[in-house]
């Protein structure tokens, strides 16, 4: 049950496009389209922003967006903005019956 | 709405047990899977325990299988996590969250609890 692999810090300025990969393995992320994202601000709870690879909830910017090649995931954030600015994380669930969290992306907006 | 509470963190020494409880409500829990979840001071989340809707269904990390047993009372609406010889780097907020159905990931988070060891 090793962490996906995830980018530890990007950044970004106001406006741009940024994109966070998740790479895992042919037990997990490439084996199941059961990838999701979630935006965690310090000190708070995960939010759930993306489901399903590139499924988004009800009340998520569409700004927030995902897709998936092979073993590796990727969140896109487009027209960042200053709220965006939190730490981001992968989850898949696994050939194992069990979920394997990515190890986390700090992002920092400009 | 949806609220999940837990409750039962603390201090312990190495080597003992902690029992953490959490709260639910505005759901029925007999008809959702539910899960703990942990995250070490500054450190990322890391997945620990899952218990299937129909309560049969129990699965767990390798760094916790063995050790923590997850649980549920529906007549509670409550859902448990029993922690037995707890190691220094079980030390995390543990947060209790609900199966977001059909979508094998989670949808609503509790605030989390403290367990120090």
């Known amino acids: 049950q090793s962490a996906l692999t995830q980018p530890a810090s990007v950044s970004g300025s106001p406006g741009q496009s940024i994109t966070i990969s998740c790479t895992g393995t042919?037990?997990?992320?490439?084996?199941?389209?059961?990838v999701s994202w979630y935006q965690q601000h310090s000190g708070k709870a995960p939010k759930l922003i993306i489901y399903?690879?590139?499924g988004r909830p009800s009340g998520v910017s569409t700004r927030f967006s995902g897709s998936k090649s092979g073993d590796t995931a990727s969140l896109t954030i487009s027209g960042l903005q200053g709220e965006d600015e939190a730490d981001y994380y992968c989850?898949?669930?696994?050939?194992?019956?069990?979920?394997?969290f990515g190890g986390g992306t700090k992002l920092t907006v400009l | 709405q949806v609220q999940l509470v837990e409750s039962g963190g603390g201090v312990v020494q190495p080597g003992r047990s902690l029992r953490l409880s959490c709260a639910a409500s505005?759901?029925?829990?007999?008809?959702?899977?539910m899960h703990w979840v942990r995250q070490a001071p500054g450190k990322g989340l890391e997945w620990v325990a899952h218990?299937?809707?129909?309560?049969?269904?129990?699965h767990y990390a390798d760094s916790v299988k063995g050790r923590f047993t997850i649980s549920r009372d529906t007549s509670k609406n409550t859902v448990h996590l029993q922690m037995n010889s707890l190691r220094a780097d079980d030390t995390a907020v543990y947060y209790c969250?609900?199966?977001?159905?059909?979508?094998?990931?989670?949808?609503?988070w509790g605030r989390g609890t403290l367990v120090t060891v």
């Open positions: 042919s037990s997990d992320v490439g084996d199941y389209n059961y």
């Open positions: 399903d690879v590139n």
């Open positions: 989850i898949s669930y696994t050939s194992s019956r069990t979920w394997v």
């Open positions: 218990v299937g809707y129909n309560g049969d269904n129990l």
């Open positions: 969250a609900r199966d977001f159905t059909g979508h094998w990931t989670i949808d609503y």
């Open positions: 505005g759901f029925t829990l007999s008809t959702y899977g």
